[in-house]
């Protein structure tokens, strides 16, 4: 237990903001994470409207088996979180998106309904939040040593409204409707974080504490991680008066708390380092974006309030950089890579 316990303290320095390295994770397999889940080949090689019914969730097992080991053979300093199939878009599953499979991944489109015919009570999928709890059941069951159960990919408010009314038309109705798009913002956030709280009561505590999902991240107490990128669809005016309180509230919700965002959307850092509740802001480095080097100073500006995430697909001279230029406490540096063979390259730069 004394690797476990090191990872663990690692991790207790991280939250405290007081550790003198960052902390490092790997994300391994296809860069397109649905990809990653032999189980859903299929799907993707043959795209169709998928229905919660035709996802056999034990079908699943041997794909997170294989990628439990995969993450156990290389030297890191997190554990791999098992979630509920990554690439399914579940909340809009939930609140009655049909759900299609693509060559890639999984989208989700609208049900066609105005407006003022969406009610989000009435078009709940129970079917989808079954499946969701299926998973998470067959997840916390399994018999392997040092595997947390956490929350997957889960659309936020803005993304949930984009997919129900359009996303060109959702930024308009927060123009002509604001008090009706507040309102089915509040919805999506109570919707978001009552599905949380069912699954929380299917995960055990690991090490008495629990894992952010995705990240791969242990925190001392309970946790919740959140995105939302449709934000880049907006204008800094429009997210601090319609979206910021609704994020308060989804980073309120639990002690330890994430929120992603990609480089379109770096315009609203300022506000959301006002929620004084949130602990973590995720950057990720997209394929075809800015470079590390231009993405340095919001880093920087993040870390000067709260902890500091980073993801994305590095080279050794970006990881050097990085290492150079960001404060090592507070941070974490997660590196997506197509192997392990890749990852155990790369962990020699954080010797």
Avoid at 52 to 71: C, G, H, I, N, T
Avoid at 169 to 181: C, N, T, Y
Avoid at 214 to 238: E, R
Avoid at 259 to 277: R, W
Wanted: hydrophobic share 40%.
């Amino acid at each position: 237990m004394i690797e476990v316990d090191e990872r663990i303290e690692k991790h207790r320095l991280f939250w405290q903001r007081t550790n003198s390295k960052p902390l490092v994770g790997f994300s391994i397999g296809d860069y397109f994470v649905s990809r990653r889940f032999r189980a859903a080949e299929t799907f993707l090689s043959s795209p169709r409207k998928i229905e919660p019914e035709m996802l056999d969730v034990p079908a699943f097992e041997a794909d997170y088996r294989r990628m439990a080991e995969e993450a156990a053979a290389v030297p890191q300093d997190v554990f791999f979180t098992a979630t509920p199939f990554t690439g399914i878009p579940w909340m809009e599953g939930m609140l009655g998106c049909p759900i299609y499979s693509r060559e890639s991944s999984f989208i989700a489109k609208s049900p066609g309904l105005p407006l003022e015919e969406l009610d989000l009570e009435k078009l709940f999928d129970r079917r989808w939040l079954d499946k969701y709890l299926e998973f998470t059941r067959m997840l916390a069951g399994l018999d392997i040593e040092l595997l947390p159960v956490g929350q997957p990919i889960m659309r936020g408010p803005t993304d949930v409204l984009g997919t129900l009314v359009g996303q060109s038309e959702m930024v308009i109705q927060f123009f002509e409707h604001p008090k009706r798009m507040k309102e089915l913002l509040d919805q999506t956030v109570d919707v978001f974080l009552a599905v949380i709280r069912e699954q929380k009561t299917l995960i055990p505590p690991f090490l008495r504490g629990c894992s952010i999902g995705f990240y791969d991240l242990w925190c001392p107490g309970d946790c919740i991680w959140f995105q939302d990128d449709l934000n880049a669809l907006l204008s800094p005016d429009l997210y601090r008066r319609h979206v910021l309180p609704a994020h308060r509230r989804l980073a309120q919700a639990s002690p330890y708390n994430l929120f992603h965002l990609h480089p379109a959307s770096f315009f609203i850092v300022d506000s959301i380092m006002e929620i004084q509740e949130l602990k973590l802001i995720e950057m990720n480095k997209d394929e075809g974006g800015p470079s590390v080097e231009q993405m340095l100073p919001v880093f920087q500006k993040v870390q000067s309030g709260k902890n500091c995430m980073v993801w994305g697909s590095f080279t050794r001279a970006d990881l050097q950089l990085l290492q150079k230029e960001l404060d090592p406490a507070g941070l974490y540096i997660m590196i997506a890579v197509e192997s392990g063979e890749e990852a155990r390259d790369l962990i020699s730069l954080f010797a």
